[in-house]
């Protein structure tokens, strides 16, 4: 992943627009962005962007968006998983639970793979990998909350149709984002303290 050149890039973002038509070839509700699969390359050149500026002020070397961008494009291959039609298959909330497997096996792959890039890439202190691994997510999932998004893009990413109200992934999702909006602010101490320490070592050396 530390030699990842334009070739990775173009499969990447091959991948992505294969696995952006795939989540959405069943629903009838989706956008014409979403069926052509332009959302999810959208969606992977904004992560990409984000995850780049948040490592940019600690100085890293050779610290590149386009490497950022091929890495964040070669993790959608997982997202496969969204396009099998469960919903044929079970009821609404067997369905819906299954989708919520799917999500959170493919969020732990893909946040697995992010913290071994950074580990390796960057070679930051374990607590400032942990701190940029960890706070995106966390700070993504705050703002959707406070602009009450959050059910709406926890259902398109996990690909759950016609949730039930009572149905037992709205519970996760509310754990999860209060679990977000916990963890925010301390992410962010730790990752301002980080940044001063890191820099502090810099000049020092």
């Not at 999810?40 to 890293?60: D, H, N, Q, T, V």
Request: proline share 4%.
């Amino acid at each position: 992943m530390l030699k990842l050149n334009n070739q990775h890039l173009i499969a990447g973002i091959f991948g992505t627009w294969v696995v952006g038509m795939g989540r959405y070839w069943d629903d009838t509700q989706a956008g014409l962005l979403q069926h052509l699969g332009l959302g999810s390359i959208i969606y992977i050149f904004l992560l990409a962007g984000f995850i780049w500026l948040i490592i940019l002020p600690f100085k890293i070397e050779n610290w590149s968006y386009r490497i950022v961008l091929t890495f964040i494009a070669l993790t959608s291959f997982p997202a496969l998983f969204y396009a099998i039609p469960v919903e044929r298959f079970y009821s609404i909330t067997t369905a819906n639970r299954i989708n919520v497997w799917f999500l959170a096996i493919v969020a732990l792959w893909r946040l697995c793979l992010l913290y071994y890039f950074i580990k390796h890439y960057t070679k930051l202190s374990p607590g400032n990998i942990a701190t940029v691994t960890f706070m995106p997510i966390c700070l993504i999932i705050s703002v959707l909350t406070m602009l009450n998004l959050h059910n709406v893009v926890f259902e398109v990413m996990g690909g759950i149709r016609d949730p039930s109200p009572h149905d037992s992934s709205y519970l996760i999702l509310m754990l999860l984002t209060g679990l977000s909006m916990i963890l925010a602010i301390p992410l962010l101490l730790a990752y301002c303290i980080g940044i001063y320490k890191s820099r502090r070592k810099n000049s020092a050396s």
